[in-house]
């Protein structure tokens, strides 16, 4: 925990080199110029620290007990931020103000003139502050986002606040520095002193400015054009965040262990000195007439491929397995698939059955229900492939997709060693691993939620709100959810906004116990027309029938930036994970 909490502290230090945060700064900077000493800046670092700690920890809390509608709040901080941009300009309307804080400083106790002034200037800079800590989102690394994700579910426990102390901690300090030295800087400068009234009215109208950009919206928007343009903070702190230890500590915060995913490629070549695991604690066997073990398979190459039927990584994957499979069977080559599952459903004969006749599999395939020979291999992704000599030795291990080449080949220098004659041509089947930068695999149960948007509004009936603009990589819901360890249902009004980077966006979903669910599809605020729609959205709505992957978006090989708006028209259709595509 020792651990965690450092990098929470360290993570928000580096916040304020973040492009999401510097919309916010010239609001700091204009409320710190107009007082003395540390009492304002002090005043505004508190605010943003208390109330985004609390706001992020308990405002889907009230919105479910309250009803409450967090635009109401958020409005009320933009008020808020406006008047005080008003004030700069006009002084009658500040001096105004100024009495109405004085009053409540005497309100408190009897003071002397100082004590009132400086009450005075850490009630305006508190008041500030409370404001932005309400309507900033800053830029979430994998700590943030599972604070964020855990507070969503109702998860908040001593160690959830404290993870979030240390990081408002980090952002507090840094925070100040930059308040008061750039309120040292005006006052101590004579040119700027001199001018301190007209850059007091540039400064207000830049806040009316960034109050209305606020209102509207903009300000996201703003964010995430920054964050575009500047992409390395984003990818540094995903980085440094993404430590082992770091990642093991919020798996035990989340209160699970740590789950395999996928990974885009890794291999290796190895000697004959490694042997093959066996099959073992398989639960059905299919599309053989009995059991398989590694020593029943001696004499032959063996490819065992991990995959799971909603994994779009292994979907890609298999046309190319499947095609080695076709033409390497009559010299001696075997592939053996082990479904182990990710998800509850997935346990389901029925379901893999559908799965082994919709991507044409023709070999055996192992259900490997309780991850028994997941472990004996000590697997840790999907897909996964371990290539095995004739004489039970594994010589060639890959993870993640690509390098079909580099697989064939092997496969091919494996049946030679075998004593059979194979055709060295390749398969000239094109390779759809993504070869750019695109939106990580998404999970929307807790138990691996880690890109929730802080900004969500999770218990308001209406679906006609608007979420705004998650910053990229990251999603927000509205409406009703019961928020599961996999899987999150709709309720009333339920929506899902994601903002995407990728040219295809799939979702595993199922729908609701009795009948269908209908999902309506929003691409950039319009329904998907057929020019982007995914295979399954018809109409800009996804009929959802069945437990499987869903394809959403398609467009068509234009890798971009898109904001995805979900309506989930049937209560009790359940979301689990997103995956993306380039082409």
Same mark, same amino acid.
């Given at each position: 925990m020792?651990?965690?909490?450092?990098?929470?502290?360290?993570?928000?230090?580096?916040?304020?080199?973040?492009?999401?945060i510097?919309?916010?700064?010239?609001?700091?900077?204009?409320?710190?110029?107009?007082?003395?000493?540390?009492?304002?800046?002090?005043?505004?670092?508190?605010?943003v620290?208390?109330?985004?700690?609390?706001?992020?920890?308990?405002?889907?809390?009230l919105?479910?007990?309250?009803?409450?509608?967090p635009?109401?709040?958020?409005?009320?901080?933009?008020?808020?931020?406006?008047?005080l941009g008003?004030?700069?300009?006009?002084?009658?309307?500040?001096?105004?103000?100024?009495?109405?804080?004085?009053?409540?400083?005497?309100?408190?106790?009897q003071?002397?003139?100082?004590?009132?002034?400086?009450?005075?200037?850490?009630?305006?800079?508190?008041?500030?502050?409370?404001?932005?800590?309400?309507?900033?989102?800053?830029?979430?690394?994998?700590?943030?986002?599972?604070?964020?994700?855990?507070?969503?579910?109702?998860?908040?426990?001593? $160690?959830?606040?404290?993870?979030?102390?240390?990081?408002?901690?980090?952002?507090?300090?840094?925070?100040?520095?930059?308040?008061?030295?750039?309120?040292?800087l005006?006052?101590?400068?004579?040119?700027?002193?001199?001018?301190?009234?007209?850059?007091?009215?540039?400064?207000?109208?830049?806040?009316?400015?960034?109050?209305?950009?606020?209102?509207?919206?903009?300000?996201?928007?703003?964010?995430?054009?920054?964050?575009?343009?500047?992409?390395?903070?984003?990818?540094?702190?995903?980085?440094?965040?993404?430590?082992?230890?770091?990642?093991?500590?919020?798996d035990?915060?989340?209160?699970?262990?740590?789950t395999?995913?996928? *990974?885009?490629?890794?291999s290796?070549?190895?000697?004959?000195?490694s042997?093959?695991?066996?099959?073992v604690?398989?639960?059905?066997?299919?599309?053989?007439?009995?059991?398989?073990?590694?020593?029943?398979?001696?004499?032959?190459?063996?490819?065992?491929?991990?995959?799971?039927?909603?994994?779009?990584?292994?979907?890609?994957?298999?046309?190319?397995?499947?095609?080695?499979?076709d033409?390497y069977?009559?010299?001696?080559?075997?592939?053996?698939?082990?479904?182990?599952?990710?998800?509850?459903?997935?346990?389901?004969?029925?379901?893999?059955?559908?799965?082994?006749?919709?991507?044409?599999?023709?070999?055996?395939?192992?259900?490997?229900?309780? $991850?028994?020979?997941?472990?004996? $291999?000590?697997?840790?992704?999907?897909?996964?492939?371990?290539?095995?000599?004739?004489?039970?030795?594994?010589?060639?291990?890959?993870?993640?997709?690509?390098?079909?080449?580099?697989?064939?080949?092997t496969?091919?220098?494996?049946?030679?060693?075998?004593?059979?004659?194979?055709?060295?041509?390749?398969?000239?089947?094109?390779?759809?691993?993504?070869?750019?930068?695109i939106?990580?695999?998404?999970?929307?149960?807790?138990?691996?939620?880690?890109?929730?948007?802080?900004?969500?509004?999770?218990?308001?009936?209406?679906?006609?709100?608007?979420?705004?603009?998650?910053?990229?990589?990251?999603?927000?819901?509205?409406?009703?959810?019961?928020?599961?360890?996999?899987?999150?249902?709709?309720?009333?009004?339920a *929506?899902l906004?994601?903002?995407?980077?990728?040219?295809?966006?799939?979702?595993?979903?199922?729908?609701?116990?009795?009948?269908?669910?209908? *999902?309506?599809?929003?691409?950039?605020?319009?329904?998907?027309?057929?020019?982007?729609?995914?295979d399954?959205?018809?109409?800009?709505?996804?009929?959802?029938d069945?437990?499987?992957?869903?394809?959403?978006?398609?467009?068509?090989?234009?890798?971009?930036?898109?904001?995805?708006?979900?309506?989930?028209?049937?209560?009790?259709?359940?979301?689990?994970?997103?995956?993306?595509?380039?082409?």
């Open positions: 020792i651990l965690l909490l450092t990098f929470a502290f360290l993570s928000g230090l580096v916040t304020i080199l973040a492009p999401c510097w919309p916010i700064l010239p609001i700091i900077l204009s409320t710190s110029i107009t007082g003395k000493g540390h009492q304002r800046p002090l005043g505004i670092t508190l605010g620290m208390i109330s985004f700690a609390f706001f992020t920890l308990f405002i889907s809390t919105v479910r007990l309250f009803h409450i509608d635009n109401i709040l958020r409005n009320i901080a933009v008020f808020v931020i406006a008047v008003i004030s700069m300009i006009f002084p009658q309307f500040s001096s105004i103000l100024e009495i109405l804080i004085s009053r409540l400083s005497s309100i408190l106790g003071n002397t003139q100082m004590q009132n002034t400086q009450r005075q200037d850490f009630g305006t800079g508190l008041v500030t502050g409370l404001s932005l800590g309400i309507v900033w989102s800053p830029c979430a690394g994998p700590i943030l986002a599972s604070i964020a994700a855990l507070s969503a579910t109702g998860q908040v426990t001593i $160690y959830v606040v404290l993870v979030t102390f240390f990081y408002v901690l980090g952002v507090g300090i840094p925070l100040f520095i930059f308040s008061f030295a750039g309120q040292t005006f006052n101590k400068t004579r040119f700027l002193s001199s001018q301190l009234g007209r850059i007091q009215q540039v400064f207000g109208v830049l806040m009316i400015l960034l109050a209305l950009a606020i209102y509207t919206h903009y300000d996201t928007y703003l964010q995430a054009q920054l964050l575009n343009a500047f992409p390395g903070f984003s990818n540094s702190l995903n980085s440094f965040e993404s430590n082992p230890q770091v990642k093991k500590q919020l035990i915060l989340k209160g699970n262990m740590p395999s995913t996928p *990974v885009s490629n890794t290796g070549l190895f000697n004959e000195d042997p093959a695991p066996d099959f604690g398989i639960t059905k066997w299919l599309n053989t007439d009995k059991p398989l073990s590694i020593s029943d398979l001696k004499g032959k190459v063996v490819l065992v491929d991990f995959w799971t039927y909603t994994c779009i990584n292994c979907i890609r994957t298999l046309p190319h397995v499947t095609s080695w499979y033409k069977k009559d010299q001696g080559f075997v592939v053996i698939g082990v479904h182990t599952p990710e998800f509850e459903f997935e346990h389901e004969t029925s379901n893999v059955e559908n799965a082994i006749k919709m991507y044409n599999i023709h070999y055996p395939v192992a259900q490997d229900n309780n $991850y028994s020979t997941w472990n004996n $291999y000590s697997n840790q992704y999907w897909p996964a492939e371990y290539l095995i000599d004739k004489d039970g030795n594994i010589r060639r291990t890959h993870f993640g997709e690509g390098e079909y080449d580099q697989m064939e080949m496969i091919q220098a494996l049946l030679k060693e075998a004593g059979k004659k194979v055709n060295t041509t390749l398969d000239n089947m094109p390779d759809t691993t993504p070869n750019t930068n939106s990580p695999e998404t999970y929307v149960g807790a138990n691996r939620m880690e890109f929730y948007f802080p900004t969500g509004t999770t218990g308001v009936t209406n679906k006609n709100f608007d979420l705004g603009n998650p910053t990229v990589n990251s999603f927000s819901l509205g409406g009703n959810w019961n928020i599961q360890d996999e899987d999150a249902v709709s309720g009333s009004g *929506v906004v994601y903002h995407f980077y990728a040219g295809k966006v799939f979702l595993v979903l199922r729908p609701p116990t009795s009948g269908s669910g209908q *999902v309506k599809v929003l691409l950039d605020g319009k329904t998907v027309g057929a020019t982007n729609a995914g399954d959205a018809t109409n800009g709505v996804v009929n959802v069945t437990d499987r992957l869903y394809s959403l978006i398609n467009l068509q090989g234009k890798v971009g930036d898109h904001v995805l708006r979900l309506e989930f028209e049937t209560p009790g259709t359940s979301a689990f994970a997103f995956t993306f595509g380039a082409q």
